[in-house]
């Protein structure tokens, strides 16, 4: 069995950053990083609909 990855808030948001760039896509950044091209997407979806806080520092999880 696989153990689950964990990664940090600022992993997160720098993911998300990165895939947003223009000329960047959500697959060639998932595969630089070593993700699921599903994580990173979960990940931009959760910041587009506002349940995700961007602003470095703060915890990626809204309340």
Same mark, same amino acid.
């Given at each position: 069995?696989? %153990?689950?990855?964990?990664?940090?808030? =600022?992993?997160?948001? =720098? +993911?998300? /950053?990165? +895939? %947003?760039?223009?000329?960047?896509?959500?697959? +060639?950044?998932?595969?630089?990083?070593?993700? =699921?091209?599903?994580?990173?997407?979960?990940?931009?979806?959760? +910041?587009? =609909?506002? /349940? %995700?806080? &961007?602003?470095?520092?703060?915890? &990626?999880?809204?309340?």
């Amino acid at each position: 069995m696989r %153990t689950r990855r964990k990664f940090s808030d =600022e992993f997160k948001r =720098e +993911a998300v /950053r990165l +895939a %947003t760039r223009p000329g960047m896509t959500a697959t +060639a950044v998932a595969r630089d990083l070593g993700l =699921e091209r599903s994580v990173l997407r979960r990940w931009m979806l959760n +910041a587009e =609909e506002g /349940r %995700t806080d &961007l602003t470095p520092g703060r915890p &990626l999880k809204s309340d």
